[in-house]
């Protein structure tokens, strides 16, 4: 796994550890097994991102805190450039560019979300408490939410309940590009 998993994975841990939360309260809160969350908390098994909104919204713990290590901290806007939000490279399949990291008590999670092809690999599927939003900015995706597989072209979106389990895939060998709100 990257370091960058490892770093997520340490913040998990040490947020677990400063909280005084037991293990298997963890576990529940994730919606994982217990032996499921000590391999995130242990970095070598890539932590879902709904895994992390959910920690995220029960501590009340930004979201890109978890992800980045860093504290909002604009109140009244916060400005990322093309190409300039901090980003982290899930897998070698996914990349989550964040756009609100410095906006502190954001009502929402906005990121760019690169999703190399990968058409020999199944949709990972995953939930997370709240809502979603993705807008396809390039490429065509493959979008499985509640069992349901919808395919989704440049500038279709898609608004959805993310305890449904869902998940993505890049189509036609090509990179896709889609904004993600995580709500």
């Given at each position: 796994m990257n370091e960058q998993i490892?770093?997520?994975?340490?913040?998990?841990?040490?947020?677990?550890?400063?909280?005084?939360?037991?293990?298997?309260?963890?576990?529940?809160t994730c919606q994982v097994s217990v032996e499921d969350y000590l391999g995130y908390e242990s970095g070598k098994t890539d932590i879902p991102i709904g895994v992390l909104q959910n920690v995220s919204k029960k501590y009340q713990v930004g979201l890109t805190t978890l992800l980045f290590g860093d504290e909002p901290n604009m109140k009244s806007y916060f400005l990322t450039r093309a190409g300039q939000g901090p980003a982290i490279e899930r897998s070698k399949a996914y990349k989550y560019q964040a756009l609100a990291a410095g906006f502190v008590g954001r009502k929402a999670d906005p990121f760019i979300v690169t999703v190399e092809p990968?058409?020999?690999?199944?949709v990972h599927l995953n939930s997370h408490n709240g809502q979603e939003f993705n807008l396809v900015l390039e490429g065509r995706m493959l979008?499985?939410?509640?069992?349901h597989e919808l395919v989704?072209?440049?500038g279709d979106s898609l608004y959805f309940d993310a305890t449904l389990p869902h998940g993505m895939k890049a189509l036609d060998g090509k990179t896709v590009r889609f904004l993600a709100a995580i709500f």
């Open positions: 490892r770093e997520i994975a340490l913040r998990l841990s040490g947020l677990r550890e400063v909280l005084d939360i037991p293990v298997e309260e963890m576990a529940v990968e058409e020999e690999k199944p979008l499985t939410v509640g069992g989704l072209n440049e």
